[in-house]
């Protein structure tokens, strides 16, 4: 390929790898992630604004919460690959099962 493509030496041929384990596999947003999104967004805007930093804004039990950055970088949390909410995400999402 770069002997076919390298007759012109104006302009090298480049070859490289992407490597598809950081590849981001996504589905487009619908009403329930735009709600959820705008949701997210206002609670952060409303936070900042308060003087709050070194958060993240998430909901749990149906609440709106801003969690510290240090309780969730101070940790290393895996998905199974193989469990039940795994396989919920990729029903919910559409995406094939590529594991």
């Known amino acids: 390929l770069n002997e076919r493509l390298g007759e012109d030496k104006s302009s090298a041929p480049t070859t490289r790898y992407i490597d598809p384990s950081y590849m981001v596999r996504s ?4 009403v329930g992630d735009a709600q959820y999104c705008s949701l997210l967004a206002s609670q952060a805007v409303h936070a900042a604004f308060a003087g709050f930093t070194g958060f993240t804004v998430g909901l749990i039990n149906n609440r709106s919460v ?3 950055m240090w309780m969730i970088a101070g940790q290393n949390r ?14 919910s999402t559409g995406q094939p099962d590529l594991v």
């Open 78 to 91: 895996k998905v199974d690959t193989s469990g039940r909410f795994w396989f919920r995400v990729l029903s």
């Open 27 to 30: 589905v487009a947003a619908n």
């Open 66 to 68: 801003l969690i510290p």
